[in-house]
């Protein structure tokens, strides 16, 4: 019996989201992310330009047993470039499990990344999905990222790549599984939230305004599996209020507000790796 994947959907202002607990088809991946489906490149690239569209490389990527769990774009005002922006893929491959019931915290997923505007060239990135509370992490440098430029066999470079960023998922294993072997004092949770709010909304020098939340707030769990001291539960929390928003603080002139979420696909990788490697600094400090 064929049973409809549970959907989360989320269109902010500058990105389109889609995210399901099966495997997306072509369809739903269509509404979300058309540029993946981009039936040309954008007037602005050169003859030298290789177009292969991104769902031809999908296609062939689920050949060789890679699916998509989630599609996000982000958008564009300037007219006629909205079918061509970058796009982002977080796909499963069958060996590590790609089903709705899993016994693990957390799925093992290659981040593909492409746009047909000249904005990036196909991009390849490890991360990691927790269950838990539907957060997609990005494995900081424990896996080489892999890019691939719009020429030559792209198509079999790209699944080439694939299977080189999942061939590198022991070191993914081995580094959290020492995160949540270490046990941080509340001083270093402290430090550690310090150091990632700087990280998500700019260093504070004397006489600037205060970030809107506090270090503390950055640390708070919202929910009862991330409530802990290991190193892995602290990064967890910090990282999903940093990225995730919805805190109360407050504004530059006072105001009560509340944190908005990272919606940005090039902010939202780069503040997720750059946690990841703060994590992994400590774990070395630690270790």
């Given amino acids: 019996m064929h049973t409809q994947p549970t959907l989360a959907t989320r269109f902010a ?37 290789t177009y292969i569209p991104t769902i031809d490389v999908l296609r062939g990527l689920r050949r060789e047993g890679f699916e998509p769990f989630m599609v996000a774009q982000g958008l564009s005002r ?32 290659i981040i593909l990344i492409n746009s047909h505007d000249g904005a990036s060239s196909y991009q390849m990135l490890a991360g990691l999905f927790r269950f838990v509370c539907c957060n997609g992490l990005v494995c900081g440098q ?6 691939i430029p719009h020429k030559g066999n792209i198509q079999g470079e790209v699944i080439e ?11 993914v294993e081995a580094s959290t599984d020492a995160m949540k072997a270490i046990e941080l004092k509340p001083a270093e949770e402290q430090a550690f939230a310090t150091a990632a709010l700087a990280l998500r909304f700019g260093e504070r020098g004397e006489g600037q305004p205060p970030a809107p939340v506090t270090a503390a707030q950055l640390i708070e769990a919202r929910r009862f599996e991330d409530v802990g001291h ?55 400090l630690k270790g």
Avoid at 161 to 171: K, M, Q, Y
Avoid at 254 to 275: F, P, Q, W, Y
């Fill in 230 to 284: 290991s190193l892995w539960t602290t990064f967890q929390r910090v990282q999903e209020n940093a990225l995730r928003g919805g805190q109360p603080g407050r504004s530059v002139q006072g105001r009560r507000i509340r944190t908005r979420e990272v919606a940005s696909i090039d902010r939202g990788v780069s503040l997720n790796r750059a946690l990841w490697l703060l994590a992994e600094e400590m774990r070395k």
């Fill in 78 to 109: 300037i007219e006629g470039k909205a079918e061509f922006t970058k796009h982002l893929i977080r796909l499963r491959h069958h060996r590590e499990g790609s089903g709705q019931v899993s016994t693990r915290p957390e799925a093992n997923e």
């Fill in 161 to 171: 790549g694939a299977f080189r960023v999942l061939d590198g998922f022991e070191a």
């Fill in 13 to 49: 202002n500058s990105t389109r989201v889609l995210r399901s607990e099966q495997p997306l088809d072509e369809e739903q991946m269509r509404r979300a992310a058309p540029s993946i489906f981009a039936e040309g490149k954008h007037a602005s690239r050169s003859e030298r330009y």
């Fill in 142 to 147: 424990v896996v080489e990222d892999i890019r």
